[in-house]
C-alpha cells in the first residue's frame, strides 16, 4: 500500500485567512482525493485530483474555497480559502490502491481549527 | 440516493467479549465494500474489501461478512487495542468515488 504523510498536522488559523494543505504520495498514482471529516460526521468528498486536468468538485464544493493543484503524480496540495469557523475541520487526501483493487489508502489527516 | 448506515454509534465491551457492527447500504450497483479502523487523531486504515454477497474476509480477532443488504464486522474476543472508530464504505457505479458511513465508535473495557 502507498504512505502518504500531510503537512500540516493541525493548525490554528484566523478567520479570514486560507491554508493550504499539502500530500505527499511514495508513488506514483493517477487519482488522489480529498476528504472533509467534521466531529461526528463520516468522511465527505471534497474533490478528485486527476494529474494533468482540472479536480472534479463534488456537489456543495466549488474551486474557488478549496483550489486544488495536481503538479504530478506523487503530490497535490489543497487550500482552504476565506476560512470561518465552520471549516474547521480534519483535512485528509487518500489514493486508489493501483493493484486492482478499488479500496483507498489514506493519509494521517490535518486537523484545521479556525477561530 | 446511495447511502451507508452503521450501527451501533458507540458500543463498550468487556475484554473478550465478542460482538458484531452492523454497516446497512442502499445503493445502485454495488463495486465493492470497505471496512476501516480509525484511531483518534489518525487516517482511516484499510481492512477489508468485500466484492460480492457470501464473501468472507478474516483479519486476527476481525471477520467481514457481506450479504446482498448489509455487511457485519465480527470482533471475537476483543482487546483493549481493539478500541477504535470502525468505518465501513461502498464504491457504487462507474466513478471511483465511495461513500462512508458516519462509523461505530468501540470501546474495549480491560
Known amino acids: 500500500s502507498a504512505v502518504i504523510s500531510q503537512k500540516p498536522s493541525r493548525d490554528i488559523c484566523q478567520r479570514g485567512t486560507s491554508l493550504t494543505i499539502q500530500c505527499q504520495v511514495d508513488?506514483?498514482?493517477?487519482?488522489m482525493f480529498w476528504y472533509r471529516q467534521q466531529p461526528g460526521q463520516s468522511l465527505t468528498l471534497i474533490a478528485t485530483?486527476?494529474?494533468?486536468?482540472?479536480?472534479?468538485?463534488e456537489s456543495g464544493f466549488v474551486i474557488d474555497k478549496f483550489p486544488i493543484s495536481r503538479p504530478n503524480l506523487t503530490f497535490s496540495t489543497l487550500t482552504v480559502s476565506n476560512m470561518s469557523p465552520e471549516d474547521s475541520s480534519i483535512y485528509l487526501c487518500?489514493?486508489?490502491?493501483?493493484?486492482?483493487?478499488?479500496?483507498?489508502?489514506f493519509g494521517p489527516g490535518t486537523r484545521l481549527t479556525v477561530t | 440516493e446511495d447511502q451507508v448506515t452503521q450501527s451501533p454509534e458507540a458500543l463498550r465491551l468487556q475484554e473478550g467479549e465478542s460482538s458484531s457492527l452492523n454497516c446497512s447500504y442502499t445503493v445502485s450497483g454495488l463495486r465493492g465494500l470497505f471496512w476501516y479502523r480509525q484511531d483518534p487523531g489518525k487516517g482511516p486504515e484499510f481492512l477489508f474489501t468485500l466484492y460480492s454477497a457470501g464473501e468472507e474476509k478474516e483479519k486476527e480477532r476481525l471477520k467481514a461478512t457481506l450479504t446482498k443488504k448489509e455487511s457485519f464486522l465480527h470482533i471475537t474476543a476483543p482487546k483493549p487495542e481493539d478500541s477504535a472508530t470502525y468505518l465501513c464504505a461502498v464504491h457504487a457505479g462507474r466513478d471511483d468515488k465511495i461513500i462512508f458511513g458516519k462509523g461505530t465508535r468501540l470501546h474495549i473495557l480491560p
Open positions: 508513488s506514483q498514482v493517477t487519482m
Open positions: 487518500s489514493v486508489s490502491s493501483g493493484t486492482g483493487g478499488l479500496e483507498q489508502y
Open positions: 485530483a486527476n494529474q494533468g486536468s482540472e479536480a472534479t468538485y
